[in-house]
Each structure stands twice: as C-alpha cells, then as structure tokens.
C-alpha cells in the first residue's frame, strides 16, 4: 500500500494563483521529499524536508511539515503554465530496515491555464 | 552530469511475450531502485539494489519479474511471461548516499510498456 495520499487529486488554476497540495502519511518518518512529473516524464525532486524541520523554502515553493498530524503541504506561489504536472510526496522511513526506502503517494494533477 | 538513462523508451507486445528493460544510473550512485507506475498512480517500488545487492524485492512478482544488477552499474528488468496488467511506465532511480533514508532520487525518462 502507498504511504502518502495527496490531496486533492487535481487542481486546476489560473496563472498567477497559488497552488496548494496536501500530503498524509501513515507511520514515522526520516523525511519527506516532493517531485513533479510532466507528462510523459520521469519525477523530478523539487525539495525535502526532515522530520525536526517545520517549514523549507525554495524559489516559489513552500513546503510545511506537521509529525504531529502526520501531513505535509506544498505550495506553489505565482504559478505558471509551466507548473502544469502532477505532484507527488514521497516518505522515507527511520530505521536501518527502512534504509532509502521511498513510498509514494498517487499524485496531485495540477493544471495551470493562462 | 549525465541522468539516469533508461531503454527503450516504449514497447509494445502482446501477453505472454518477454520484455527487458534497461537501466544506466548516475555514476557513482550506490542505490537504484525500479519502480512501476500505472496510469493515473503513484509509482511502486518493485526491487531496490545496493551496489549488486537486492536489499528489498518484497513487491516483486517473483513469478513474472526478475532483476539484476551486475558489478553495481547497470541493471536490466525482465518480465516473462507478460500479463496485461503489466501495462505500466517502468521507471528506474537512484541515489547517491547509502545509509539512512536522505537524499534524494534521481528518475530516469522511464519505458512505457503495452501488453495487448
């Protein structure tokens, strides 16, 4: 079973507006890591954020983290058409079992009209 | 740097037939992993490798699915036979640090198998 649901499973805005997108997971974890797929392409990362970290910024993105609730939200501000992709966050569990051990959620499509 | 390269990039065969998939990650990355998606899913970890050795292939269909990764570079997917079920994009990664879980993944393209 996959670790992480996405939330919605798709979203559709205009340029300009933000994109938010929820992620919740079941047990534990190391870190918690978001890629973007294109269509018809492999997952690009876009950021991480370990498990004693709140908050991570990068560019455009924003990126929340509550153990407590176990859920993680993405944000992308100021979106773009070229933003349009699906949105996948991916856990990774402590422990030396679960080393690089990555489980993916089903993805958020999001679309970004003009 | 060169990406993670992975062949063919589409095939098509019917149920039953046998198909490879192909493999090249970053240089020097430890971990690879191959993982199956299906349309409208996320991706599914199938078989993950450190250096030449199988460290999880608990989602493999053994029966069907077999991998290896010779001398800790390259790595070839085979399914034999093929169901339609099988239909998915394969995607190899990998991963620069061993150990424990950080770092991130590195996809390739991915090939996108048809079973008629």
């Known amino acids: 079973s996959q670790q992480g649901e996405e939330d919605p499973q798709a979203l559709s805005i205009q340029e300009g507006e933000n994109a938010t997108m929820n992620c919740s997971y079941k047990t534990s974890i190391n870190n918690l890591q978001w890629y973007r797929q294109n269509s018809g392409r492999g997952l690009v990362h876009l950021i991480l954020?370990?498990?004693?970290?709140r908050e991570k910024h990068s560019g455009r993105l924003r990126v929340t983290l509550d153990t407590s609730k176990k859920s993680s939200s993405l944000l992308i501000t100021a979106s773009r058409a070229a933003d349009t992709a699906s949105y996948f966050c991916a856990t990774a569990r402590g422990g030396t079992d679960s080393w690089g051990k990555f489980q993916f959620g089903a993805g958020t499509q999001v679309v970004v009209t003009p | 740097e060169a990406g993670v390269a992975q062949s063919p990039r589409y095939k098509i065969i019917e149920k039953r037939q046998s198909v490879a998939f192909w493999c090249n990650p970053i240089?020097?990355?430890?971990?690879l992993y191959w993982y199956q998606q299906i349309l409208g899913q996320g991706p599914k970890l199938l078989i993950q490798?450190?250096?030449?050795?199988?460290?999880?292939d608990s989602q493999l269909p053994k029966d069907r699915f077999s991998a290896e990764r010779l001398k800790g570079v390259d790595s070839t997917l085979k399914i034999q036979p093929a169901k339609l079920e099988d239909s998915a994009v394969y995607l190899c990664a990998s991963r620069q640090i061993r150990g424990p879980a950080t770092g991130e993944l590195f996809f390739g393209e991915g090939s996108r198998l048809t079973v008629l």
């Open positions: 490798f450190q250096n030449n050795g199988v460290v999880d």
């Open positions: 954020i370990r498990s004693n970290e």
């Open positions: 240089s020097g990355h430890a971990t």
